[in-house]
């Protein structure tokens, strides 16, 4: 990034809040890659590993030196205390390759968001270059799991033979009459869910075996058969429709009890995750067409919304939970 020039605009809510949630986010990445970096024996990905941490130290870098220069205090986020290195692998190599699978997802959607809401240029220029190295490391672990034979496509379905309009009411039926088979956007979404959801459900397997503290070690485990009952529900959807779906990745997960990371950033971890799949659950409605495909994701939504607040109620209790950056409260002010 070129050399900051000083700016007498303040920050926009949007760039506080975008810049913010980075900064939090890559290094709880640089925490959980370190580790990773240090218990991985494949070559190939091995590189991937290096390839993204490499980029989370230089986003968090880069954000930094923004906040310093804007006087922006800078989050405490997750540092080395969060991470013990010396700890037994806990996940496979491969398990690494659908990890960040699944986490890139997460950033992206956060930088496709930022860049039309940057009205500073050197922000919007960030987010912009962060946003193009995460598209090309994401590209880079598809490529690595095809090499290696470990990823599976989307189910195919026939091209069709001409354009035709919607003409029967019966397009939006699912639970009763004549239903149809699932169109392209519908299985992209649910595929999308269960590939989200199988990494989810490994990881907090993982997690649920190396906690310390009780409460979050049962919240982990609750974590884990919410999440296999959404792969359960979609995984349903498709094999009506006579489609495949993926397996589960918890062979993945060794049988150490020795927790490489601290409880605040395993739940942290879990929370942003689970807030990315109410991001996604959304966008499955959104281009969804059938009744009964929408009431699954409204009831998805339901599980996922009680399972974050939930664990944010855990974080507060422990006083782990930064505050992000607020709006002054005007009803404070006028009562005083």
């Known amino acids: 990034m070129e050399k900051l020039k000083p700016f007498n605009e303040k920050l926009t809510t949007a760039e506080m809040g975008k810049l ?30 290096e390839t993204a941490l ?36 806990l996940f496979s190599d491969e398990f690494y ?13 956060i930088y496709t968001i930022a860049i039309p809401l940057m009205t500073r240029k050197d922000i919007r220029e960030l987010f912009t270059k962060i946003l193009k190295s995460t598209l090309d490391l994401e590209s880079m672990v598809n490529q690595t799991l095809m090499d290696k034979g470990l990823y599976i496509e989307p189910p195919q379905i026939p091209t069709p033979e001409k354009v035709e309009m919607i003409q029967k009411q019966s397009f939006l039926h699912g639970f009763f009459g004549d239903i149809r088979p699932l ?51 979609s ?12 397996k589960i990745l918890d062979h993945l997960v060794s ?10 950033l395993m739940l942290a971890h879990k929370i942003e995750m689970f807030s990315m799949k109410i991001r996604t659950a959304g966008n499955g409605i959104s ?30 209790e422990h006083e782990w939970m930064e505050q992000p950056p607020l709006a002054i409260n005007r009803d404070e002010l006028t009562s005083n």
Not at 39 to 45: F, K, Q, T
Request: proline content about 4%; aromatic content about 10%; some cysteine.
């Open 255 to 264: 049988d150490s009890t020795i927790p490489p990371f601290s409880d605040k």
């Open 97 to 109: 390759l659908w990890y960040l699978k699944y986490t890139g997802k997460a950033g992206m959607s």
């Open 183 to 233: 169109h392209a956007m519908e299985i992209t979404h649910l595929y999308d869910n269960i590939e989200n959801n199988i990494a989810s459900k490994a990881l907090l397997l993982g997690f649920s075996q190396v906690a310390k503290e009780d409460k979050i070690r049962k919240y982990f485990i609750r974590g884990k058969e919410l999440t296999n009952n959404h792969i359960e529900k």
């Open 54 to 89: 490499q980029l989370a130290d230089t986003i968090v870098k880069d954000v930094k030196e923004i906040l310093i220069a804007e006087n922006f205090p800078v989050p405490i986020g997750y540092t080395d205390e969060d991470v013990n290195l010396g700890a037994p692998r």
């Open 287 to 316: 281009l969804n067409g059938r009744r009964d495909i929408a009431k699954m994701y409204v009831s998805m939504l339901t599980d996922l919304g009680l399972y974050v607040e939930d664990g944010f109620n855990i974080m507060i």
């Open 235 to 246: 995984t349903e959807k498709l094999h009506e429709s006579n489609l495949p779906s993926l």
């Open 20 to 49: 913010w949630v980075t900064y939090t986010g890559n290094t709880m990445a640089t925490c959980v890659l370190s580790y990773y970096l240090n218990n991985v024996e494949d070559p190939e990905i091995k590189k991937v590993v």
